[in-house]
C-alpha cells in the first residue's frame, strides 16, 4: 500500500513539473513573439505619424478611385464616440472616398444618422443618392447606415416576401422550377425590405475584436477585411496606408459588383 501510494505521489509530482514546464515554455514563446514583432509595431506606429505629417511622398497620391464602396465597422463599446466618427468620416472624404457604409451591431449610428449627416457638408444618405440617379457625381459623400439587423433577420423578411409571392401564384409539380429563388431575386428583394446594398470592397474594423462584428455576411464574400485597433486611438496615417495598400494591391472586385447592383436597381 505504501509503495503504491509512494507512486501514486511520484507520478502527480511529475505531472506538475512537465505541466510547469509546458507553461513556461508557452510563456517564453509569447515572450519571443511579443519582443520580435515590438520594434515592426514601433516602425508601422512612425510610418503612420509619417503619412499623418506629410513626409511620405508616395502616400500622397494614389487611384482612390479603385476603392469605390468603403464599409466601417465600429464595435459596440466605440460607437458613443460621436465626434471621432465624424472627424473619421471627414478625412475618408478628404482622401477622396466617397461611398461609405456605417455599421455597429446595435444600430446605434442607425439612430444618429441626422445628427451626423448635419456635421458633414453636403452628404447625403446612399439610397437618396440612389434614387436621385447621382451616385456617379464626386462632389457628394454618400452614407449608408447597417446594423445587425440588416443581417440575418432581414434574409428571414426577404424569405418571408418571395415564400408569400410564390405561394400566391400557386406553385405546382409542373412550374416548380419556376419557383427556385435565385441570388438577383434574394438580392431585390434585400433592398425591397430596406437591407440592400453594394458590396464593399474594403472593411475597416475599429474596436478590439478582428472580425466583422455582425456585418452581413453575403455583402462581403471578396471584400478585404482589415483591422485599425481602438477608434479612441484612431489615426490619419493609419486610415491611409491601409486604403493605399489596397489600391495597390487589391484587383479592382468592388467595381464589378457596384456596377451590378446598381443595373440590378436600375432594372
Same mark, same amino acid.
Given at each position: 500500500?505504501d509503495?503504491?501510494?509512494?507512486?501514486?505521489?511520484?507520478? /502527480?509530482?511529475?505531472?506538475?513539473?512537465?505541466?510547469r514546464?509546458l507553461? &513556461? #515554455?508557452?510563456? *517564453?514563446?509569447? +515572450?519571443t $513573439?511579443?519582443?520580435?514583432?515590438?520594434?515592426?509595431?514601433?516602425?508601422?506606429?512612425l510610418?503612420?505619424?509619417?503619412?499623418?505629417?506629410?513626409?511620405?511622398g508616395?502616400?500622397k497620391?494614389?487611384?482612390v478611385?479603385?476603392?469605390?464602396?468603403?464599409?466601417?465597422?465600429?464595435? /459596440?463599446?466605440?460607437?458613443?464616440?460621436?465626434?471621432?466618427?465624424?472627424? &473619421? #468620416?471627414?478625412? *475618408?472624404?478628404? +482622401?477622396? $472616398?466617397?461611398?461609405?457604409?456605417?455599421?455597429?451591431?446595435?444600430?446605434?449610428?442607425?439612430?444618429?444618422?441626422?445628427?451626423?449627416?448635419?456635421?458633414?457638408?453636403?452628404?447625403?444618405?446612399?439610397w437618396?443618392?440612389?434614387?436621385?440617379?447621382?451616385?456617379?457625381?464626386?462632389?457628394?459623400?454618400?452614407?449608408?447606415?447597417v446594423?445587425?439587423?440588416?443581417?440575418?433577420?432581414?434574409v428571414?423578411?426577404?424569405a418571408?416576401?418571395?415564400f408569400?409571392?410564390?405561394?400566391?401564384?400557386?406553385?405546382?409539380?409542373?412550374?416548380?422550377?419556376d419557383?427556385?429563388?435565385?441570388?438577383?431575386?434574394m438580392?431585390n428583394?434585400?433592398?425591397?425590405?430596406?437591407?440592400?446594398?453594394?458590396?464593399?470592397?474594403?472593411?475597416l474594423?475599429?474596436?478590439?475584436?478582428?472580425c466583422?462584428?455582425?456585418?452581413?455576411?453575403?455583402?462581403?464574400?471578396?471584400?478585404?477585411i482589415?483591422?485599425?485597433?481602438?477608434?479612441?486611438?484612431?489615426?490619419?496615417?493609419?486610415?491611409?496606408?491601409?486604403?493605399?495598400?489596397?489600391?495597390m494591391?487589391?484587383?479592382?472586385?468592388?467595381?464589378?459588383?457596384?456596377?451590378?447592383?446598381?443595373?440590378?436597381?436600375?432594372?
Amino acid at each position: 500500500m505504501d509503495f503504491n501510494k509512494e507512486s501514486q505521489m511520484s507520478c /502527480s509530482w511529475y505531472a506538475q513539473i512537465e505541466n510547469r514546464l509546458l507553461q &513556461l #515554455l508557452w510563456h *517564453l514563446i509569447h +515572450v519571443t $513573439i511579443d519582443l520580435c514583432y515590438f520594434p515592426l509595431g514601433i516602425a508601422d506606429v512612425l510610418e503612420s505619424y509619417l503619412i499623418s505629417w506629410g513626409l511620405l511622398g508616395r502616400y500622397k497620391s494614389f487611384n482612390v478611385t479603385k476603392l469605390r464602396y468603403l464599409a466601417i465597422v465600429v464595435d /459596440s463599446e466605440e460607437v458613443y464616440r460621436t465626434s471621432k466618427i465624424i472627424k &473619421l #468620416l471627414q478625412w *475618408l472624404e478628404a +482622401v477622396g $472616398i466617397k461611398h461609405v457604409c456605417l455599421y455597429d451591431n446595435e444600430g446605434v449610428l442607425k439612430k444618429s444618422k441626422d445628427f451626423i449627416l448635419e456635421k458633414l457638408d453636403g452628404t447625403i444618405l446612399f439610397w437618396d443618392a440612389h434614387e436621385n440617379d447621382v451616385l456617379s457625381d464626386r462632389q457628394h459623400m454618400t452614407l449608408e447606415f447597417v446594423s445587425f439587423s440588416d443581417g440575418k433577420e432581414a434574409v428571414v423578411k426577404a424569405a418571408n416576401v418571395l415564400f408569400m409571392k410564390y405561394s400566391k401564384s400557386g406553385a405546382t409539380d409542373q412550374n416548380q422550377k419556376d419557383k427556385i429563388f435565385t441570388e438577383s431575386q434574394m438580392s431585390n428583394t434585400l433592398i425591397t425590405v430596406g437591407s440592400g446594398g453594394p458590396k464593399p470592397d474594403l472593411l475597416l474594423v475599429y474596436g478590439p475584436a478582428r472580425c466583422h462584428l455582425g456585418f452581413p455576411a453575403w455583402r462581403i464574400p471578396y471584400t478585404e477585411i482589415v483591422h485599425m485597433g481602438p477608434l479612441k486611438s484612431m489615426n490619419y496615417g493609419s486610415l491611409v496606408k491601409a486604403i493605399y495598400k489596397f489600391t495597390m494591391v487589391q484587383p479592382n472586385y468592388g467595381k464589378l459588383f457596384f456596377d451590378l447592383h446598381c443595373c440590378v436597381c436600375k432594372h
